[in-house]
């Protein structure tokens, strides 16, 4: 099936550094892909929605100038969390719609992101 | 809006135990359900899903019925095994189609020999 990888899996920064992660899509191209985070022992909430060639779907109540988002290409789209802080410690999750006619989406393993 | 509640975990079995992991939403129309799965290390695999009432989804031994009367869509197996150990998700497709999902909080397995 398709895969979906991330990088890092996992990462610690100081508070007030910006942070990268990557999503990327390994055998099947992605116009569309998904970031999500998820608190411990809770949901994941949907963040946004990058769009390759155009700009970001944020969610309500998700600040764009916190988290940024691009879709550089069909097979790679990164988060920068910006000026991170404690609060912005979670797990990030990125997935891509499926190509081969199933209703679902392909999820990467996730990034934990630590911020001191 | 709308939303999914599942029964806390951790859930512990023993091997060849019977396994029900409860789900229930609450959403405008019917929406299409799905249960996804974690396995340690790995992406959120579709499980088994349900685009109407009264359908079955399933998959690999696990099966989950679609009740709009009770607005659930429950999570079974019959029998357990260790390699079933992971975090279950049930999620509803929001008003966005299939590309928004709602998920739940995630019920953790760990299944014992």
């Known amino acids: 099936g398709a895969v979906v990888s991330q990088h890092p899996s996992w990462v610690i920064c100081k508070s007030g550094t910006s942070v990268k992660i990557e999503c990327r899509s390994l055998d099947f191209q992605a116009t569309t892909m998904f970031w999500y985070r998820q608190f411990p022992k809770q949901s994941l909430m949907l963040m946004a929605t990058?769009?390759?060639?155009?700009?970001?779907?944020?969610e309500q109540g998700v600040e764009k100038d916190k988290f940024l988002i691009n879709h550089a290409s069909l097979t790679l789209s990164t988060l920068t969390v910006t000026s991170a802080h404690p609060e912005d410690s979670s797990f990030y999750i990125c997935s891509a719609p499926s190509w081969d006619g199933e209703e679902t989406q392909y999820f990467g393993p996730g990034t934990r992101l630590l911020v001191l | 809006g709308d939303s999914v509640t599942q029964m806390e975990g951790p859930v512990t079995l023993s091997e060849e135990a019977f396994l029900t992991i409860n789900c229930t939403y609450t959403a405008t129309g019917y929406p299409s359900l799905f249960w996804y799965v974690q396995y340690p290390g790995e992406g959120l695999q579709l499980l088994l899903k349900a685009t109407k009432a009264d359908d079955k989804g399933s998959n690999k031994g696990f099966e989950a019925t679609y009740r709009k009367e009770t607005t659930s869509f429950h999570l079974e197996k019959g029998s357990v095994q260790v390699s079933d150990s992971a975090v279950y998700f049930c999620?509803?497709?929001?008003?966005?189609?299939?590309?928004?999902?709602?998920f739940g909080a995630g019920t953790r397995l760990a299944v014992h020999p």
């Open positions: 999620a509803l497709e929001g008003s966005g189609g299939y590309n928004k999902l709602i």
């Open positions: 990058s769009n390759e060639g155009s700009k970001a779907t944020y």
